[in-house]
């Protein structure tokens, strides 16, 4: 055997600094596509286990029932095929565990035996199927096309023709206290709860929470998602010209993007000092409980890393996850979504009905706020995530922001979204009622009663009750009649009764007196205070309404006398 005239390259390790030839193979040139076999991102964190689908630390589905009638080899089938689909990021993790959920509440009463037209029928009654018709077709679809006899034809047919889930209500515009925008009384009143419970407890988390809430109207999975690498100040700034520091909120709902966690834009909003002093607190608490479960010191490098919002349980299972089932290093994945507060969590914290400290040290620190009562139900008040950007964006909304400023600082692409906002009657009718009032207000204030010719004229022309007189120099001078059936207190007095739609004044009485009394009373009124004077200092007297109310009967009464 004819041996090579020159050696096979060989693995040498000892001159890696040194000049090789082209025949030297180094140790970095045989690390070749290392992860070529590594689960993928999306199956790492979304698995079964058994007929359980989980997402890691997020959501975990029984669907026993969904497989109940289904025979081994489809339900294996489905549940390998599941996992695939999501891999393909066609929708989000979100939205997959969101439609298995659908899956299995349809279930309950209809568990299928094959995804069949008859099947779909019945399911389409459920509100949360009807909902994802087009995400359960496109999954089947998936589906059908590698385990053919899963899904009938007529099934996917039935799934596009259907007609999409009912339109409900908008409850941007919506006049329902329960579910509609808050007023400014009600949105005051869960700010004021907040500071309470923050003074009470001294718990700087959840005030945090629902602080921003309150302050920016966002998504629990935008507060969730938060890093101390999103907060800004000097020469990290975006908006240079601004002198406040910044919070960078990421982006959720965002098609397109690579990485559903923190994959999309930033929302760049300025941020208020005393935020920004509670956050600075809130870093060291975060700080300190890292160290304290992980056994580690939290380098200045790796703070930025770290999630705003945590609890010692959340950091004690993050690590036993990425350890255990995804074989990481939980010291070197600290930046990992696993470490995070729930989005579900930061939505019950909002809604006042959960407190989430770091760490339950003393139990008084988890003290709930209390609930305020709405002035409108009577009832404690309904506070969630979506009420809060309801109500923040109709309030900028009727300050004026225009719609493209609107639009941004909501992390909307297209300003046609929040077209609703704007579509505000209640505010309209107030704007046009404040630019009307001056005119209508003394016009409601003034006199509205019925002008008579002589006493015959009114309703009560023999009751000598009825008859109204004015004193002026020690006498009394006839002015008109009361048409009020019942006794009225005010009877024989009759500066009040010019505001009475029950007064009936005579045409010609002397109203131009009871007008002169008027104004010089208003006149001592409103004089300097001096002694002897009729001002009185501790009850301000205003005759204004009375004044336009007899000035308003003159006008009428000498259109009568005109039209005689």
Request: hydrophobic share 40%; with cysteine; aromatic share 8%.
């Amino acid at each position: 055997m004819k041996k090579p005239t020159r050696a096979q390259p060989i693995l040498d390790t000892r001159e890696i600094n040194t000049g090789v030839d082209e025949y030297t193979v180094l140790p970095e040139d045989i690390a070749l596509d290392l992860d070529a076999t590594a689960r993928s991102a999306v199956n790492g964190r979304v698995f079964w286990k058994g007929d359980n689908l989980i997402h890691l630390g997020y959501h975990n589905i029984d669907c026993e029932l969904l497989f109940s009638n289904l025979t081994f080899e489809a339900k294996e089938s489905f549940k390998q095929h599941l996992l695939t689909f999501a891999d393909t990021q066609r929708f989000s993790l979100t939205v997959v565990m969101y439609l298995i959920s659908a899956f299995c509440a349809a279930s309950k009463e209809h568990p299928p035996r094959i995804f069949d037209s008859t099947w779909v029928s019945q399911v389409l009654q459920n509100a949360s199927m009807r909902s994802r018709t087009f995400q359960t077709r496109i999954f089947l679809d998936y589906w059908k096309d590698r385990y053919p006899k899963s899904v009938t034809d007529e099934a996917l047919n039935l799934l596009a023709q259907a007609a999409p889930s009912p339109v409900t209500s908008n409850n941007v515009e919506s006049d329902d206290p329960k579910k509609s925008w808050l007023t400014d009384e009600e949105y005051d009143d869960v700010l004021s709860a907040t500071w309470q419970n923050y003074d009470l407890t001294g718990s700087t988390q959840p005030a945090l929470i629902r602080l921003l809430a309150l302050q920016y109207a966002r998504r629990p999975s935008q507060i969730s998602a938060l890093k101390f690498g999103d907060l800004k100040s000097g020469e990290m700034k975006v908006l240079t010209q601004m002198h406040e520091n910044e919070i960078h909120f990421p982006a959720v709902k965002e098609q397109g993007v690579e990485t559903e966690f923190r994959g999309g834009k930033f929302e760049i909003h300025p941020i208020a000092d005393h935020l920004w002093n509670m956050l600075i607190v809130q870093r060291k608490e975060v700080i300190a409980a890292f160290e304290k479960k992980l056994g580690l010191t939290i380098s200045p490098a790796t703070i930025d890393k770290l999630p705003i919002f945590i609890t010692h349980k959340r950091i004690i299972d993050a690590a036993e996850s990425l350890k255990h089932i995804l074989g990481k290093d939980p010291a070197a994945h600290l930046d990992d979504e696993l470490f995070h507060l729930r989005p579900l969590t930061i939505g019950r914290i909002i809604q006042l009905t959960y407190n989430s400290t770091i760490a339950y040290v003393h139990p008084h620190r988890v003290i709930l706020p209390v609930r305020p009562v709405s002035r409108r139900t009577g009832k404690p008040l309904a506070c969630n995530a979506i009420r809060l950007r309801h109500t923040r964006a109709r309030k900028l909304a009727r300050m004026g922001v225009p719609k493209a400023v609107l639009s941004y600082w909501l992390g909307h692409n297209h300003d046609e979204a929040i077209d609703s906002y704007y579509n505000d009657p209640a505010e309209e009718a107030r704007k046009l009622d404040e630019r009307m009032s001056s005119g209508l207000i003394p016009i409601a204030q003034a006199f509205h009663g019925r002008i008579i010719a002589t006493d015959a004229e009114a309703t009560y022309p023999n009751n000598p009750v009825k008859k109204l007189e004015f004193a002026k120099d020690g006498m009394l001078k006839n002015v008109g009649r009361c048409g009020l059936f019942s006794f009225c207190t005010t009877s024989s007095i009759p500066l009040p009764c010019y505001r009475c739609r029950s007064f009936e004044p005579l045409m010609d009485a002397p109203h131009e007196e009871v007008l002169a009394a008027l104004r010089f009373r208003q006149a001592q009124e409103n004089e300097m205070v001096k002694l002897g004077s009729a001002r009185n200092l501790l009850i301000p007297i205003d005759l204004s309404d009375d004044i336009r109310a007899v000035e308003r009967c003159i006008q009428l009464c000498k259109i009568k006398r005109e039209q005689k």
